[in-house]
């Protein structure tokens, strides 16, 4: 069950806040080369789940592990195997394009000359050679994005972690994101993905479908919507919602 | 130990793109030194007087004439009755009286002792005390010229005077400046690195970059290492700054060693980075930060005697003072501009600022955690 071919390992895992239980006794089990994606409303417990796998946050209970590690005890070496990128897209908005890379490359310990090489390649990837020298607060939504997972992958992680990466992007951006994030699928990262755009969801090797901090349906998107007979995963979304929290719809639809 | 490096070259990066970090950081410091040097005074001077002249005699013009001649009394007229100075001291027009009485002149040539009334303005009353400090030695100066002239015609002096000779150590001139500016370094010493090392952590942390910086391999101890020594970097920019103006443009006098004002310096930085440290592992916001940092700095300040004398304070408020870091470093650099003093006298404050330096410094870095909530 725990063998050294998963990138992400969990077993009852669960996080509580006070009474509050975010995450509660999710089993994962990610392949290598995998796109995961996390699906569920806002307070599902996605973020939650994320930073716990990143080492951000301890579990209250259950276990995890990441590449083989242990997010208890070997947190600071997952660090060096995980790329980490928030809804934030968390760059220092005060530097250039450029200052950006050069300090997130220093900062994963990468040498001056591959700080200089990886910045010239990951400019040219981006296609951000104009802008090198703009504050990245005057950056488009879109390229900003795209340098936040740059500068996430500098030390070249075998696993991302990609927390809602595609919020408030617009849809050309994000068609071109999903298309980066598989040709990194195929040089054999792993990716662990949140999102609650539905149709991103079909990008995805395979889904899990999160609500009330509990994992309630797992399968390809192709599978999920055979099983619940629906030709979206939007269909198949609300359909499971609708099982898991009827009381949640039914308030909505005396609103409405 | 490169990532500390690129940790420090980011944070002069974004400390010199932003305008309002220079003014705060290299402007608003001398203005501070400018506004307190000059306002925070304990000299009196330009006391407005009004006499009340009734003997009109060369004696009375004269003592009248002697209050005048320093910059320290300014007459503002001369008045007929003791209610019209009343008037004027009711209307802020005048802060000091002096009433001459007829026959002033002949008793003084009698080597009789005449007297003389002084009214001061009390609703101010370390500037009252003052100023009657400085009537009383005009008066005495004038009463002994007047008994050696006597002397010296042939009569004899009213009685026997004992004559007090003063002389103040380490600020001859009671100049308050010279006490006041090392007051001014420390506060700055305390201001600057707490604002940055907490509004510094609490600024990542609302902008996302903290937990971004969590998730990468940097240790714990390399992240605060490359908030501390810039702030450390800074806060010596900004203490050289402030003395080479203070020396050049106050004739602020530094008697003691550069060194040791460094060393100590270092050690009472590690208790305000540390403070800042700590304030940031509390709070969420940069509002919130400053609120904390707010609070901790209007305390040590209130309590370091900075312009509060600790000695005035109640005793309870005295024995809470020596929780106070700043309370040492104030008496330190006061005791390193103007006295001079070495480490020999000063080696037990090191003891106790090095103490506060550590443990403050080390709660702060023990309590801040590459994790959030």
């Known amino acids: ?36 994606g996390f699906l569920g409303p806002n307070g599902a417990g996605k973020t939650t789940l994320i930073r716990m796998l990143c080492g951000l946050l301890l579990p209250s209970e259950g276990e995890a592990r990441v590449n083989g590690l242990d997010v208890y005890r070997q947190s600071e070496a997952i660090k060096q195997q995980i790329g980490y990128m928030s809804q934030r897209f968390s760059l220092y908005e005060d530097l250039t394009v450029e200052e950006n890379i050069e300090f997130y490359g220093g900062i994963y310990g990468l040498s001056r000359e591959k700080i200089t090489a990886k910045r010239e390649t990951l400019l040219q990837q981006l296609d951000l050679q104009r802008y090198r020298r703009l504050l990245t607060r005057n950056l488009p939504l879109g390229f900003k994005q795209r340098l936040a997972l740059g500068c996430a992958m500098l030390h070249e992680p075998p696993i991302l972690f990609l927390d809602e990466p595609t919020s408030g992007v617009d849809p050309r951006a994000r068609r071109s994101f999903w298309e980066y994030i598989q040709e990194l699928a195929r040089q054999g990262k792993t990716v662990f993905v949140t999102t609650h755009f539905m149709d991103e969801a079909e990008y995805c090797n395979r889904v899990a479908i999160m609500n009330l901090g509990r994992v309630i349906a797992l399968d390809s998107p192709l599978k999920l919507k055979e099983s619940y007979r629906k030709s979206t995963m939007q269909g198949v979304f609300v359909e499971i919602l609708h099982r898991t929290t009827p009381d949640l719809f039914a308030s909505q639809e005396d609103r409405s | 130990m490169q990532c500390i490096f690129y940790m420090i070259r980011k944070e002069f990066l974004q400390v010199f793109r932003d305008p309002h970090m220079i003014a705060l950081l290299f402007v608003v410091p001398l203005v501070q030194l400018f506004l307190l040097a000059y306002t925070i005074t304990t000299d009196v001077k330009h006391l407005t007087l009004g006499v009340v002249d009734y003997d009109r005699s060369v004696s009375s013009r004269e003592v009248g004439r002697l209050f005048t001649n320093s910059d320290r009394f300014e007459l503002v007229g001369y008045a007929e009755s003791p209610r019209q100075v009343g008037d004027l001291m009711r209307a802020w027009q005048t802060q000091m009286a002096l009433l001459i009485p007829a026959g002033f002149h002949r008793d003084l040539q009698r080597g009789l002792r005449p007297q003389l009334q002084i009214v001061v303005d009390g609703v101010d009353g370390n500037t009252a005390g003052v100023a009657l400090g400085y009537a009383q030695q005009i008066l005495t100066e004038y009463a002994q010229d007047i008994a050696l002239q006597l002397q010296r015609l042939g009569t004899p002096p009213a009685t026997h005077q004992l004559r007090l000779l003063e002389r103040m150590w380490f600020n001859l001139d009671l100049d308050s400046k010279q006490f006041m500016v090392p007051g001014i370094v420390v506060v700055l010493l305390t201001i600057i690195p707490m604002m940055f090392a907490s509004m510094g952590l609490v600024r990542e942390r609302e902008l996302g970059t903290l937990e971004q910086l969590m998730v990468t391999p940097l240790k714990r101890h390399q992240l605060l290492l490359g908030k501390i020594i810039p702030a450390l970097i800074l806060a010596y920019v900004e203490m050289i700054l402030v003395m080479l103006v203070a020396v050049l443009s106050f004739g602020i006098k530094m008697n003691g060693s550069y060194l040791l004002l460094a060393f100590f ?42 312009f509060i004398p600790i000695e005035n304070m109640p005793v309870l408020l005295r024995k809470l003072t020596y929780l106070n870091p700043m309370r040492y470093f104030m008496y330190i650099l006061r005791d390193i501009f103007l006295k001079g003093s070495g480490l020999r006298y000063l080696w037990r404050d090191a003891l106790i600022l090095g103490l506060f330096g550590f443990s403050i410094l080390g709660l702060g870095v023990a309590k801040f955690q590459k994790r959030v909530g």
């Open chain 2, 265 to 306: 310096s270092l050690l009472y930085l590690f208790t305000t980075i540390g403070l800042g440290i700590f304030i940031s592992t509390w709070t969420q916001s940069q509002q919130q930060a400053m609120f904390f940092s707010w609070f901790v700095m209007v305390f040590m300040i209130l309590m370091g005697g900075f």
């Open chain 1, 1 to 36: 069950m725990n063998s050294p071919n998963l990138a992400v390992w969990t077993r009852e895992l669960t996080r509580r806040f006070g009474p509050f239980t975010a995450v509660d006794r999710v089993n994962l089990a990610v392949k290598k080369g995998e796109i995961f």
